[in-house]
């Protein structure tokens, strides 16, 4: 009743923005959020949170958010009833499937939905469709690292927990601004620097905060992180200081992998990266005297043409040195998103199951088959690289895209806008209008994290509950209802009553997640993956061992992908990325008062000597223009960035949207675009 909803009451979350997955309490009284209140036995955060948890709530109670379906007619959007939208989707679908065949179809997960939404997803689309034309965004920012730690280590996330990061005796950061990205994993970092006497080294292109506060900042030129990774690697080899014992006991192919670093001299390196040989030689020596090391990157790693192979070779390192398997050690891909690891983990990708079985190995389809009740479509499917591919190809006609504004985060945006032009049918699933919703035929509004109910999964592998704060706003539903309605209308007959029913289905079909449930997850519980039967947990992976059949990792050689070659004139580097107060494109955060009052806008970053070079002053506004597109920005002077390096953060969807710019070259393995090898020319718009 009204007065419930009006009674103070406080429940359990986990933060809806980035992947530390800090949990707390939120107090609220009807829909009206009073504070949010951090507890002492969060696992991930403790007392801690950073801006957007603390502050960026707004969004939920947005006008903005949509409350209705939505269905096209000519330019413009009428609003619907749930049972009108959903005749229509079941319609459209059933023609282009009897016309087209299941191939037709393509489906985007999000990384910000649950792990039981993200699981359903792929039910629908494997199960009900027949399609695996499946993907989610971790394909713009981490399936690169994921894909490097395959190769070596077999299991594609984070090594141990954040503990363990704190623990370390030397954190090396590479291509992450993990201050701005992840505040809170950051600050625990800071502490742990300043207090333990932990040693930090920052790989970089920009001066970022953990830059300033390193012991040793190494600036490579854009794209060459492997080629010093291997200089280094080697360098160790060479002077006797890998650890053989390790390597004897738990790594294959150490000779043919000795082999490959054979041209990566310190005086190649040095060359090629321009660090100073010094600089590279006191990296080994530090690597050499720490007794643990821990290697974070991010998108300044994953995002070019070589991206998984600069990811393997982080991992190579740390076999090398054997800083695997034991606390204080490991491989850490910082995950971008509240839930890009689940979103993945329950099997939103093109070729593996939930818990990463693939999709052509018989015995795991045919698992499925026999639990579903269905035929499984056997060939891996289309990423959402190739569907774009597809679509302006012909062969893709339907889109059904949830929670991701893939109309603004991909790369070169043009290029997508218009395949989602040549779509015969497109739905989006959302809380907003969102850029990417403007080109749909039906909008289905979908409800925000605390409206519902179920589980996320952190940077660290953990599941977390997040209880359902308030009730869905209008005639919003959540994801997974929406997902079940759809499938059910297409003849699927789910009755899921509870998202802890769907964990429940996919716990028993996943070997990695056989122990999770609700009631081990009750309040601030929590469970890393792998989780046996019993309920026990894995906070380090490979204490006793690696995941292949003969329990050895593997060296993995690889070569340096020299990045996206530009003609002369354009002569910027265009770095990219996040900022503190915004997530991503925006679109919750510039719907926060607080957050938007304080940085309304994005702007371009650009050195002193640029800025002197040019007549450039702060607030001066300038176009950029890449062979894809082009942006108008306003100048921000500082020497964050230096010569000609720029840094554009993301975080706008208008004439300065990033992607105006990017590409469509991507990582040679992975298909993740190479959104950090952009170069544009720039000229000052007077008057304007
Ligand atoms: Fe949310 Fe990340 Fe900030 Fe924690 S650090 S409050 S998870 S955005």
């Not at 037709?104 to 034309?133: D, H, P, W």
């Not at 679109?587 to 938007?596: A, C, D, L």
Request: hydrophobic share 35%; charged share 25%; aromatic share 10%.
């Amino acid at each position: 009743s009204a007065m419930r909803d009006e009674r103070i009451k406080k429940t359990k979350t986990v933060c809806t923005y980035c992947g530390v997955g800090c949990s707390f309490d939120v107090w609220t009284k009807g829909r009206e959020i009073l504070k949010v209140d951090p507890q002492v036995e969060a696992p991930a955060n403790g007392i801690s949170t950073c801006v957007k948890g603390k502050f960026g709530w707004d969004f939920v109670n947005s006008e903005e958010r949509l409350t209705k379906p939505l269905i096209r007619e000519g330019d413009a959007f009428r609003e619907a009833e749930w049972d009108e939208a959903l005749d229509l989707i079941t319609r459209k679908f059933n023609e282009i499937k009897e016309k087209n065949g299941p191939d037709a179809f393509s489906f985007i997960s999000s990384s910000k939905c649950t792990n039981e939404e993200s699981y359903l997803m792929q039910k629908l689309a494997r199960g009900v469709i027949g399609t695996n034309n499946l993907d989610n965004c971790s394909r713009y920012c981490q399936t690169p690292a994921t894909m490097g730690l395959f190769r070596t280590v077999g299991h594609g996330g984070d090594a141990g927990s954040i503990k363990d990061i704190e623990m370390s005796e030397l954190v090396i950061v590479v291509g992450s601004n993990t201050s701005e990205s992840h505040p809170v994993l950051s600050t625990r970092v800071k502490r742990s620097h300043k207090l333990n006497g932990q040693k930090l080294i920052v790989a970089d292109l920009r001066k970022h905060e953990m830059a300033e506060r390193s012991d040793l900042f190494i600036q490579p030129r854009p794209g060459t992180d492997i080629v010093w990774l291997s200089a280094v690697t080697r360098y160790i080899i060479d002077q006797g200081w890998a650890d053989e014992g390790f390597i004897k006991n738990k790594v294959n192919k150490y000779e043919e992998y000795k082999e490959s670093l054979e041209q990566y001299t310190m005086d190649y390196a040095a060359e090629i990266t321009g660090i100073a040989k010094e600089d590279l030689i006191k990296t080994a020596e530090m690597i050499h005297e720490a007794n643990s090391v821990v290697t974070l990157w991010a998108m300044g790693v994953t995002q070019h043409l070589g991206g998984s192979d600069t990811s393997t070779a982080i991992s190579n390192l740390l076999l090398a040195t054997g800083n695997y398997g034991r606390p204080g050690t490991g491989a850490y891909p910082l995950r971008g998103h509240n839930n890009v690891q689940g979103a993945s983990d329950f099997g939103s990708m093109p070729d593996r199951m939930p818990g990463y079985e693939k999709i052509t190995d018989e015995k795991v389809r045919k698992k499925y088959e026999k639990a579903w009740g269905v035929p499984l479509p056997e060939h891996p499917g289309l990423n959402n690289h190739e569907m774009v591919a597809g679509i302006h190809e012909g062969t893709v006609k339907a889109m059904y895209l949830k929670g991701e504004e893939m109309g603004i985060v991909d790369s070169n945006i043009n290029y997508v806008h218009e395949a989602y032009e040549k779509l015969d049918f497109f739905v989006v699933q959302d809380i907003f209008l969102s850029r990417t919703a403007e080109f749909a035929d039906v909008v289905l509004p979908a409800s925000p994290s605390l409206e519902k109910d179920g589980t996320f999964t952190n940077t660290e592998r953990r599941f977390q509950r997040l209880y359902k704060v308030m009730e869905p706003l209008g005639d919003s539903k959540p994801d997974w209802q929406i997902i079940m309605a759809i499938a059910n209308r297409l003849g699927a007959g789910w009755a899921y009553e509870h998202p802890g029913e769907i964990m429940e289905e996919a716990a028993q079909l996943t070997e990695l997640f056989a122990g999770v449930n609700y009631e081990r997850l009750e309040g601030y519980k929590s469970l890393q993956w792998p989780v046996a039967e019993d309920g026990t947990d894995t906070p380090l992976l490979f204490t006793d061992g690696f995941p292949f059949p003969d329990g050895k990792a593997q060296f993995w050689p690889v070569k340096w992908t020299e990045p996206v070659q530009y003609e002369e004139e354009y002569d910027i580097h265009v770095n990219n990325g996040r900022l503190l107060e915004h997530f991503h494109e925006g679109n919750m955060t510039y719907k926060s008062e607080g957050i938007s009052e304080k940085t309304p806008r994005t702007f371009l970053e650009i050195s002193p000597e640029l800025a002197a070079e040019r007549g450039i002053k702060d607030g001066t506004l300038v176009r950029l223009s890449s062979p894809y597109g082009n942006v108008k920005v306003q100048c921000l002077i500082t020497d964050r960035v230096s010569g000609k390096e720029v840094y554009l953060p993301m975080n706008d969807s208008g004439d300065a949207a990033i992607n105006l710019l990017t590409s469509s070259y991507s990582d040679k393995d992975t298909d993740t675009p190479a959104y950090k090898e952009t170069k544009a020319k720039m000229e000052i718009l007077k008057g304007e």
